[in-house]
């Protein structure tokens, strides 16, 4: 059985952040591999009106090279509406049926699941890994692994916002990545 763990988001733009989280569930559950899977139209989040879904995407491929055990599923770009999560499990477990899946939250998301779109379906096709964010509570009835990863409070609305600041935003995120926000114009650079 592969053991895959799945890290969604908006990656508006995908950071350090992102990528710390998905090594430390890699390393510590033993994972074979992490798929970062960009949403088309999240239920409880918007995304920034400028970024196109290309960019989001190329963004997310910049970020990722060099890592074998990081790939994209683009599974979610690929159909239109919003983006339930049940969905897209129903969708990979059967694409997969060799695959066990891990899906990775924060904190924030851990509160929110009660409101999850079909969560007593969702959690008898994957298993939940949360990892602690600051100021959230991570206390759930829903069963989840969870995985300490070390605090590196940033944000792509942060980021967003920086940029948008002419701030620096260097160690914040892949250098390749600041080149193409700033080769592309987007954030209002």
Same mark, same amino acid.
């Given at each position: ?139 759930? &009835? ?5 995985? &300490? ?41």
């Amino acid at each position: 059985m592969t053991k895959v763990g799945i890290l969604g988001g908006t990656f508006d733009p995908p950071h350090y952040g992102h990528l710390l989280i998905a090594n430390e569930v890699l390393s510590k559950l033993n994972l074979d591999e992490v798929w970062f899977m960009p949403n088309q139209e999240p239920p409880h989040k918007q995304k920034s009106e400028s970024v196109e879904n290309i960019d989001r995407l190329q963004m997310l491929e910049l970020s990722i090279k060099g890592n074998s055990s990081f790939r994209i599923e683009k599974n979610e770009l690929e159909r239109s509406g919003p983006s339930f999560t049940v969905d897209t499990m129903k969708i990979l477990n059967e694409r997969y049926p060799n695959h066990q899946f891990y899906f990775i939250i924060g904190a924030d998301m851990i509160e929110y699941l009660p409101k999850w779109h079909k969560i007593d379906e969702l959690i008898k096709l994957v298993r939940f890994v949360g990892v602690e964010r600051p100021e959230y509570s991570i206390k759930t &009835d829903y069963p989840i692994i969870y995985v &300490d990863v070390p605090a590196f409070d940033v944000s792509s609305s942060m980021i967003r916002e920086r940029v948008q600041q002419g701030m620096t935003v260097r160690y914040l995120l892949p250098d390749p990545v600041i080149d193409f926000i700033r080769e592309n114009h987007l954030y209002g650079t």
